[in-house]
């Protein structure tokens, strides 16, 4: 079982930034590759973006293209999302996922952190 933390969540004014952390608790993390979700209030859950095992692969959706960054240190057990110019439309609570065979960067995964909220105010 993996269990997965994340943090770095909060309010924001638009425009502004946030960088959120998922530390995994698995003894070899870079076997896993890494996903970020997020669901808004009365929506489906939706992919952010998607790092290999190794960190040399990366997918993003394209509504955050461009302005979120995703990351890892395999060496902390710990994945990233560095989010800057942030709009209104990016509040969610982010979920990271994980898990060691994926089709493809955008999952699905098997593991997944009990979440944390991003506000972005207008």
């Known amino acids: 079982q993996v269990q997965l933390v994340e943090s770095g969540g909060g309010l924001v004014q638009a425009g502004g930034s946030l960088r959120l952390s998922c530390a995994a608790s698995?003894?070899?993390?870079?076997?896993?590759?890494m996903g970020w979700f997020r669901q808004a209030p009365e929506t489906e859950r939706e992919f952010v973006a998607g790092i290999s095992g190794s960190g040399g692969n990366t997918d993003y959706a394209d509504s955050v293209k461009g302005r979120f960054t995703i990351s890892r240190d395999n060496g902390k057990n710990t994945v990233y999302l560095q989010m800057n110019s942030l709009k209104p439309e990016d509040t969610a609570v982010y979920y990271c996922?994980?898990?060691?065979?994926?089709?493809?960067?955008?999952?699905?995964?098997?593991?997944r952190g009990q979440g944390t909220q991003v506000t972005v105010s207008s």
């Open positions: 996922a994980a898990d060691r065979l994926v089709l493809g960067l955008k999952g699905p995964y098997r593991y």
């Open positions: 698995v003894h070899t993390f870079s076997p896993y590759a």
